[in-house]
């Protein structure tokens, strides 16, 4: 049985959808632009992540219930785990910081209006799947904090 998305789980839909866009536009051109391999990877994989968002969201939108991987989060967060423990060069690039702080920004900002989505969503298949990706975005974010302390670009005190 098809979905029926209110108007109101539309609208924030299309607006998730347009976040997962520039995600992925963001995480695609910052991983040509980094220096560091570790870091570029990290991109790579979160931007392959991101597209699996966008997917997700054209599903809801489609008024199809999207099929979620129980475990996709626990392997990302694995294989996040794999490439930030790789050797490192011990070189903190200037310009790696910067995309750094705009991808964290980026994550804090998108994972913010999930929130939003996820209260105003009147369907529970809606809301599960919304819910689904926040975690994953809160684990993007988390990649790039932890990958910025390992390499010096973040000291929270």
Do not use: W
């Not at 996820?118 to 904090?145: C, D, M, T, W, Y």
Request: aromatic share 8%; net charge negative.
């Amino acid at each position: 049985m098809p979905l029926q998305l209110t108007q109101k789980e539309r609208t924030l839909l299309e607006d998730q959808k347009t976040h997962e866009e520039i995600c992925i536009q963001k995480y695609t051109n910052y991983a040509q632009q980094a220096k560091d391999p570790q870091l570029k990877q990290l991109f790579n994989q979160y931007a392959s992540q991101e597209q699996q968002h966008y997917d997700t969201i054209n599903q809801l939108l489609q008024g199809q219930q999207p099929i979620l991987g129980g475990n996709q989060g626990q392997d990302l967060q694995q294989q996040t785990q794999q490439i930030q423990s790789q050797p490192q060069a011990g070189m903190t690039y200037q310009d790696d910081a910067v995309l750094c702080t705009d991808m964290l920004m980026t994550e804090k900002f998108v994972s913010g209006t999930y929130d939003t989505a996820i209260f105003e969503s009147a369907n529970s298949p809606v809301r599960q799947a919304l819910q689904h990706i926040q975690k994953e975005e809160q684990q993007h974010g988390e990649g790039i904090f932890n990958y910025m302390q390992q390499h010096g670009m973040y000291n929270p005190q």
